[in-house]
């Protein structure tokens, strides 16, 4: 299993992580180590088995609909890094010239 | 009285009911030590003295009051996985350097309503993603046992913290071994319950489907008290276990003859060192002696289980992950030009390496074109593995096998190759695979190096395992040796 650089550049977009390019030769070495390690699996035909995503085979409990936390906004801002009138802040999302 | 700290909890809990102590001096003890030697082992990343006092006196006032609780005054440690009210809870990242928990999990308010006194929150590796906890941003632990060793991962403090007599036992958790593996490398008994047996709200997730809270302790019968006093059903964990919590003290007691121990071929066809295979071997002649009866077992799909592993613990970090942002809470890159160099340079710059690999690693296998050969792939194998272990417990209570492959190994021995550490879990993953509890115990050492011999049972049987780990304490004194550090 071989990545490109353009691999590498589209995953760590998808994942919205910066990285320096300097560090795409060791980064690449390492991520191909490990899909090395996993491309075992393709030894085995798995082709009739279902799929386990759970360990537990339980349906989802349900509960009724009811609200059951009171509003606490202050008190869960408190680790905002920006925040304004009670909103989070962000970078400008919209130009205002278009 | 100066040494505390060797007592057991039972011993304690006698001790403070009789008044030939209280929690205050209890308390005040272990506060004094981690002074002293915590500066030696690095394993916590906030000691809370303040709130730990504050919380001995309220339990030396129920015991005058006759209205002790369980673990009242009983001086424990929780890993910084753990959101606790009012306090850092770092998960022993930047990116959650300055978190100041808005609630309490579970786990935590469990401990506190049993009369549990807190002394502070351990450190770990980043966002539970390591084997040795040098993955740590508030650095790495060293071995209580040996200088410049790891304590094993990723609840290196907890492990380190228990072992160096700095509290009477720790929380942790366990995703592929981060309970089991350090207990073994510092000399201590590690339960990694039933999936669901313990609320995960309030513990910051890593890979959902895998990840399980749990006890680092001295003995099996400290981990039975600690056991009983986290688990339960909670309505606030949509997979938390509905089903009755036995008295896990109660029941350490009850005989293990006749209970049969299946050992895997495949395990034992590896390449071991000979002491761990010493070890292994001394300890299933005393199961022997004891009344066990030992049989080989055929695990034919086990060795799927770290490639597995690696896919599906990967993928579901990168989805758990995604909610660090820079926007809501923790860390924040400085002056972003716009919303997506906010994301992306908070995420560079607030999470280390191995976090990051593990997100790169998960995003590819959940992106499209790649979800059947590699997401798919692993669930289905994954199936293969659990069945194997259902297959086995029909002949079977136990599977025993080494915790880790070998002893504790130096600080940056194995940090330039990703891969090597992962083969730190290959005993102890296919547990979580399967959801199934697992225990691991001291069972010998190696140059003053501790081993650990581990227990895997079928679902909801952590009592049987308690019970076999106690049996073992009873006729080895492993468990009972301290490390030199003062």
């Known amino acids: 299993m071989t990545l490109k650089n353009k691999d590498l550049e589209q995953i760590a977009y998808l994942a919205r992580i910066n990285i320096n390019k300097k560090s795409f030769p060791s980064l690449k070495k390492e991520l191909e180590s490990i899909l090395e390690l996993v491309a075992k699996m393709d030894s085995v035909n798995t082709e009739s088995v279902v799929p386990m995503s759970h360990p537990l085979d339980i349906s989802q409990p349900l509960r009724k609909d009811e609200v059951t936390e009171k509003d606490d906004r202050k008190n869960l801002q408190k680790n905002a890094p920006l925040k304004k009138a009670g909103l989070f802040m962000v970078p400008k999302v919209i130009d205002e010239d278009a | ?486």
């Open chain 2, 1 to 486: 009285m100066e040494e505390f700290y060797k007592l057991s909890i039972k011993e304690k809990l006698k001790g403070l009911k009789e008044s030939a102590f209280s929690s205050l001096e209890l308390t005040e003890s272990y506060l004094q030590r981690i002074k002293k030697v915590d500066k030696k082992i690095n394993s916590f990343i906030t000691v809370l003295e303040d709130k730990a006092i504050e919380s001995a006196r309220e339990s030396d006032k129920r015991y005058k009051e006759g209205s002790a609780l369980p673990l009242d005054g009983i001086p424990i440690a929780h890993k910084d996985i753990f959101c606790t009210e009012g306090i850092l809870t770092t998960c022993g990242s930047k990116m959650l350097s300055n978190f100041v928990s808005p609630y309490s999990s579970t786990v935590v308010k469990n401990f506190s309503a049993n009369g549990s006194v807190i002394l502070g929150k351990t450190n770990m590796d980043e966002f539970a993603m390591g084997s040795s906890n040098e993955t740590s941003y508030f650095g790495a632990v060293n071995n209580p046992w040996k200088r410049n060793y790891v304590p094993g991962g990723s609840s290196g403090g907890s492990a380190a913290c228990v072992s160096a007599g700095l509290a009477s036992g720790a929380t942790a958790t366990d995703t592929g071994g981060s309970i089991r593996q350090p207990a073994a490398l510092c000399g201590l008994t590690g339960i990694k319950p039933t999936y669901g047996r313990v609320s995960r709200y309030g513990m910051i997730a890593f890979a959902s489907s895998l990840d399980q809270g749990g006890v680092l302790t001295k003995s099996a019968e400290d981990a039975a008290y600690m056991l009983k006093a986290m688990s339960g059903h909670d309505p606030r964990d949509s997979t938390s276990l509905n089903v009755d919590v036995p008295d896990f003290v109660d029941e350490i007691n009850e005989d293990i003859k006749g209970l049969r121990i299946g050992l895997p071929k495949q395990f034992f066809s590896m390449n071991l060192p000979n002491y761990v295979e010493k070890s292994i071997d001394e300890s299933i002649k005393i199961f022997e002696k004891l009344g066990a009866q030992v049989e080989d077992v055929d695990l034919p799909h086990i060795d799927l289980s770290l490639p597995i592993y690696y896919v599906i613990a990967p993928a579901e970090c990168s989805a758990n992950l995604s909610r660090y942002d820079g926007v809501k809470f923790g860390y924040r890159c400085e002056d972003p030009n716009n919303l997506d160099d906010l994301y992306m340079r908070t995420r560079e710059e607030g999470f280390g390496a191995e976090v990051k690999r593990r997100i790169l690693i998960g995003t590819y296998a959940l992106s499209a074109g790649y979800y059947d050969a590699y997401y798919l792939k692993a669930q289905k194998c994954r199936r293969l593995v659990a069945d194997d272990f259902s297959k086995a417990f029909k002949s079977v209570d136990f599977i025993l096998s080494p915790t880790a492959p070998d002893t504790s190994f130096s600080l940056g021995d194995k940090t330039s190759d990703p891969v090597e550490m992962y083969k730190q879990d290959i005993f102890t993953i296919p547990a979580n695979l399967a959801g199934l509890p697992g225990i691991s115990f001291p069972c010998g050492e190696h140059q003053g190096l501790p081993l650990g011999v581990q227990l895997v049972a079928d679902n909801l049987n952590e009592s049987k395992l308690l019970r076999m780990a106690h049996y073992f304490q009873l006729n080895t004194d492993w468990h009972e040796a301290w490390p030199e550090i003062e």
